[in-house]
């Protein structure tokens, strides 16, 4: 017996959430950038699912390319960070209103 | 037994990512994530895509997760500030948490997504097909790909860049 389809799309629907969940009550950059990267597995999760369920190859192909473009983005947004922790001398997100109305 | 693996291995994703938003300490958080990305590596196991758990044990535990812990301990974070429920927006975090995976449930049991068993072969696990899609189908994105990194890795290089250094932008 092995597991449904729909079964994957709630546990990506799961960790998709908690990944959200993290990014609104977390305060520090770096706990919501691994959020973040949270919410980018959990939708590759689901379509590794979609993609062996379906019996085509695309969606495997399209995680190919999200990797990727997760892996640069992991690379810029923590430049970032180091930029803006070295600006301020904090990654705390409330402390980073300067853009506040 | 796919089903006794499906199970402990989706609960052990989903503790270790509440640990990632729930944890104290960052490094915490990041040895969390690890082991969360061990479990999803294991659940791509599961559906046949044997390439695609490799890559990502690859490149998300062996690279992103080693960055993480480095720029954690660079900017010395430790016992930083703890998680707290702080009133409303906690508040309103937690529902928008909970809605969207009512929502997305709903959509996954009302949208009759078929729970019939997988179709066809193993595509996932020849690298062959992978290969082919690749240099086929999907040229042009890998050369899109290529040239992505390329900007990223110039733009980490002047990003991090201490302002006032020759070159740097004021």
């Known amino acids: ?101 | 037994m796919d089903q006794i693996a499906f199970i402990s291995l989706s609960v052990l994703t989903l503790a270790c990512a509440l640990g990632v938003v729930l944890s104290k300490n960052a490094v915490n958080g990041a040895m969390c994530l690890l082991l969360c990305l061990a479990g999803i590596a294991g659940l791509f196991v599961q559906l046949h895509a044997y390439l695609l758990a490799f890559i990502l044990v690859l490149v998300y535990a062996g690279a992103v997760v080693a960055l993480f812990l480095f720029i954690i301990m660079l900017l010395d974070m430790q016992g930083g500030q703890p998680w707290r429920f702080r009133g409303p927006q906690a508040l309103a975090g937690f529902i928008a948490a909970a809605l969207l995976v009512v929502g997305l449930d709903m959509l996954a049991v009302r949208g009759r997504l078929g729970s019939g068993p997988p179709v066809g072969h193993t595509v996932g696990s020849s690298l062959k097909l992978y290969a082919y899609q690749l240099f086929t189908t999907y040229l042009l994105p890998v050369q899109v790909m290529g040239f992505l990194l390329l900007i990223a890795m110039l733009g980490v290089i002047v990003i991090s860049r201490r302002v006032g250094e020759a070159g740097a932008p004021k």
């Open chain 1, 1 to 101: 017996m092995t597991p449904s389809l729909d079964a994957y799309v709630m546990l990506s629907a799961a960790l998709f959430a908690v990944g959200f969940l993290g990014v609104l009550v977390r305060r520090n950059t770096l706990v919501v950038y691994m959020c973040l990267e949270l919410m980018l597995v959990a939708a590759t999760l689901a379509l590794v699912a979609f993609s062996r369920f379906n019996g085509t190859e695309d969606g495997d192909v399209f995680v190919f390319f999200i990797l990727t473009v997760a892996a640069a983005e992991v690379a810029v947004g923590l430049a970032i960070i180091v930029a803006l922790f070295r600006a301020r001398q904090t990654v705390q997100v409330d402390r980073l209103n300067s853009l506040r109305h």
